[in-house]
Structures are given as C-alpha cells and as structure tokens.
C-alpha cells in the first residue's frame, strides 16, 4: 500500500496498491450486470448503478480490507478517526456516465469529512477523476489516472472541486469503490 500526498495541502492522496491482487482478480471475473442495484442518492437518472453486493460476492470484501487498515491511513493523513469502522457504495458508470465538477456535500444534507475513491476495474481508457482549483475547472489540480487498485483519498471541503469529464463509451464500465469514513479530528 502506498499513499502519497499530492500537492502542498493536507487534503488529497494519491492511493496505490491496496487491496490484494487475489481479490482483484475475483472481482474482474464477476458479472456486474447481474447484480441487484439501486440509485445512488441525489445521482438518480445518472449512468450509474449503486450495485448491491450479495454476502457471497467478493466486493463484500473490499470493506475488511479498508477496515483493516485505518490506523495506516490515520498515521499518513494526520487524523484521528472518531470511530474505527469506514464503509463503500460501490459505483458501476456505464456507457454515457459522466460527473461534472463539482464539491461534494454542497447541494445537500450530507457532506462526507473524508472519503476514498478506489478503481475496481482495468481500463486503458481515461477515465479518472479530476480535481481542479475552481468550479469552472479551468485549472487543473490533479488528474488521478484510472488504473485498477489506484484513486484518490480526499478530505472534504468547501473549494474540494472535481468531476470525471470524459464520457464513458460503449462496452465500457467504470467500476470503483467509494467509502466514506466518518468524523475525525486532525493530530
């Protein structure tokens, strides 16, 4: 595992290596179509599937392994989560799926602290997020390549801008897992 900072603010890591390359393996050789799903909130009619994991799917899994190393993520990040427990949505985009920039947490009740976005799936397209310094995103931050077992830890906040802009073409999918990890005080 590795997590690197990305700029001079505290605010954004890059998350590489993660979870074990067996899992990974089990989760490429899954029909995701077949799995029951629901709408994500505040997302519905976007090209995205919340999938819904049965206890026999390996995605189930994903969150032990996150689980297992908060104190890890706590050493690097500099908190100290509250409560030591994080759970994932798991997000399949489709053909047609794109996210314009935006700040999370700024049209609705809910504004996850922190949360981790990790790429499920290999893709040799460009289909990473990006976080930008303004809303209009014309000057980008950080552009987080899509590669399987890579994505972004980001600490949210007000002026925390991003978006995936590049529209998902046909017979592709864009699978990750999002977590959310709770509150937590900074050391």
Not at 97 to 121: K, N, S, W
Not at 138 to 164: D, E, K
Request: a negative charge; charged letters at 25%.
């Amino acid at each position: 595992m590795k997590i690197t900072q990305i700029d001079s603010q505290p605010d954004l890591f890059f998350m590489e290596d993660l979870l074990p390359r067996s899992l990974l393996n089990k989760i490429a050789n899954e029909d995701l179509w077949e799995y029951d799903w629901e709408d994500q909130r505040m997302q519905v009619g976007w090209q995205r599937r919340r999938l819904l994991p049965s206890r026999e799917s390996p995605l189930v899994e994903v969150d032990n392994y996150y689980n297992n190393i908060l104190d890890t993520i706590e050493s690097i990040v500099n908190v100290k989560f509250e409560h030591k427990h994080c759970w994932s949505s798991f997000w399949m985009d489709y053909e047609g799926f794109t996210c314009g920039v935006h700040e999370d947490g700024a049209e609705r009740e809910y504004t996850p602290l922190m949360a981790m976005q990790i790429y499920l799936t290999e893709s040799d397209l460009d289909l990473g997020t990006v976080f930008y310094h303004d809303g209009a995103g014309q000057s980008v931050r950080y552009a987080f390549p899509y590669r399987c077992n890579t994505g972004y830890l980001m600490i949210n906040h007000p002026g925390q801008w991003h978006g995936m802009l590049t529209k998902i073409p046909a017979y592709h999918i864009r699978l990750s897992s999002y977590t959310y990890f709770g509150k937590f005080n900074h050391k």
